[in-house]
């Protein structure tokens, strides 16, 4: 089956303005866990939303806002960009049960912002 | 708290050689799942090996298998017969539960060079 898909894979930005990501999940999946990476703080948790409904949240600003719809596709939203937002965006998509093993990646969205 | 520790920054070792990835975790959750991910420059990160904490037997998956030792708290990648492809970013994370909800902890990773 497919894997997880993020678009779009680069992204140019300016202070600022503000930028929607968007992923895929696996089939079948109902959880999408957001992460940003960036090499000063390494890999940071987001949020995740489940079933439409966000279920948790990392320690970032209220710039940083989501959603999903009901096809459990994902979408990630920064407003008022900084240039500290420039980073790896990765998605995580798996059942969303507890205990479960599945937690596989997309391939990312890498950030620019100038 | 809930926190990943990888203590080696690089690691170098020779084509068809193992290698061993160190990973110590901290949790007081009795219920835990301990990830290895591979991170290759092009910055997909693809899962390598899982392994739960109730667990019996060490993981295996091909080439890679965790050496989990319960009580140290530790969740050592072995890498055997390494390959030029395994050249990358390696990372350890936990998953851990947070208001009915779970998310990842990443340790900050370990760059594997596999020279020829």
């Known amino acids: 089956k497919a894997g997880v898909t993020q678009t779009p894979r680069y992204l140019i930005k300016t202070r600022g303005q503000q930028v929607t990501l968007s992923c895929s999940p696996i089939s079948g999946h109902r959880s999408v866990s957001w992460y940003q990476q960036t090499p000063g703080q390494g890999l940071q948790f987001l949020f995740e939303y489940f079933s439409e409904t966000q279920r948790n949240k990392g320690n970032f600003p209220g710039r940083f806002s989501g959603r999903q719809f009901s096809n459990s596709r994902s979408e990630m939203n920064v407003s008022t960009l900084e240039l500290g937002d420039s980073a790896l965006y990765l998605c995580?998509?798996?059942?969303?049960?507890?205990?479960?093993?599945?937690?596989?990646f997309g391939p990312g969205t890498r950030l620019t912002v100038t | 708290a809930q926190k990943i520790t990888q203590t080696q920054p690089g690691m170098f070792v020779q084509e068809k050689e193992a290698v061993t990835l160190d990973c110590t975790y901290d949790t007081s959750d009795p219920s835990y799942g301990l990830f290895w991910y591979k991170q290759p420059s092009s910055g997909e990160m693809i899962f390598l090996i899982y392994q739960g904490s109730y667990d019996q037997q060490n993981a295996t998956e091909g080439r890679y298998s965790l050496n989990f030792q319960k009580a140290r708290k530790s969740a050592n990648l072995v890498i055997s017969a390494s390959q030029l492809g395994d050249s990358a970013m390696y990372f350890c994370a936990m998953r851990v539960s947070q208001g009915g909800s779970e998310k990842l902890v990443f340790g900050k990773g370990t760059k594997l060079t596999v020279n020829p």
């Open positions: 995580a998509s798996s059942l969303g049960v507890r205990d479960s093993y599945e937690q596989y």
